[in-house]
Structures are given as C-alpha cells and as structure tokens.
C-alpha cells in the first residue's frame, strides 16, 4: 500500500500515526518531493470514483494563489490533471493506494471501514 504524504502537514502525520498505532503496512512516499505523475493520478482518480476536485489541496496557498476555484469549473478533466501533477502542493493529502482502493484526504471513520474492514 502506498501512503503519500507531506511531512509538513499535520493531517498526514495524524494519519500516519494512525496507519502505524493499527500496524498497517505501507510504503510513504513525499508527495511534494516525489509528486503524483499524471499517469499515476489519472488511475487513481478512476479507482477512487471521487469527483476529480477532491484530489486538490483546496486549502493551499498554491491553489488560492492560481485562483483554481475559480478556474477549475471551465478546465478540462485532462488540464486538471496535467496541473496535479506539476506541484505536489497542488494534491490533497494524504493519499493511500492500495490494490482496489484510494483514500484521499483523512477520515477515520472511512479509514477503518477500508483498511480494517471494521
């Protein structure tokens, strides 16, 4: 399973803390050193039948710095993707990829359901 995450954020640390207290396996990778590639968010995307807007860090300075709420309604699904994988600031965080799943973003009561089937 593969968990990226940005060190720097305290959701991704609150979720890794809880990946690690459950014992779940995972392989981190940092999103904004080694960033999504376009070819990785576009399965991702498709695996997770999440709205494409999802995957974005809607929070982030970068994205109100690019104005993308205002941008992102007239972008192709393409063009949204392309710009995804330019700046792993750009990306939701956490995400965890496993064999029939993605996670985007920490909810708990979600995670226990997909990952300890509880």
Same mark, same amino acid.
């Given at each position: #399973?593969?968990? #990226?995450?940005?060190?720097?954020?305290? +959701?991704?640390?609150? &979720?890794? *803390?809880?990946?690690?207290?459950?014992?779940?396996?995972? !392989? &981190?990778?940092? %999103? @904004?050193?080694?960033?999504? +590639?376009?070819?990785?968010?576009?399965?991702?995307?498709?695996?997770? =039948?999440? /709205?494409?807007?999802?995957?974005?860090?809607?929070? $982030?300075?970068?994205?109100?710095?690019? !104005?993308?709420?205002?941008?992102?309604?007239? #972008?192709?699904?393409?063009? !949204?993707?392309?710009?995804?994988? +330019?700046? =792993? %600031?750009?990306?939701?965080? /956490?995400?965890? @990829? $496993?064999?029939?799943?993605?996670? @985007? $973003?920490?909810?708990?009561?979600?995670? !226990?359901? @997909?990952?300890? =089937? *509880?």
């Amino acid at each position: #399973m593969l968990f #990226m995450e940005y060190p720097r954020c305290s +959701t991704s640390n609150k &979720a890794k *803390k809880w990946l690690n207290d459950y014992k779940v396996k995972y !392989q &981190a990778r940092h %999103m @904004v050193e080694n960033n999504p +590639t376009y070819d990785e968010l576009k399965k991702w995307y498709k695996k997770s =039948g999440l /709205p494409l807007k999802s995957f974005f860090n809607t929070s $982030g300075i970068l994205y109100r710095e690019l !104005q993308l709420k205002e941008k992102l309604p007239t #972008m192709s699904e393409d063009e !949204q993707l392309k710009l995804l994988s +330019t700046n =792993g %600031m750009l990306v939701k965080r /956490p995400i965890v @990829v $496993g064999d029939d799943f993605v996670l @985007v $973003g920490f909810k708990e009561k979600l995670w !226990q359901e @997909v990952l300890l =089937g *509880k």
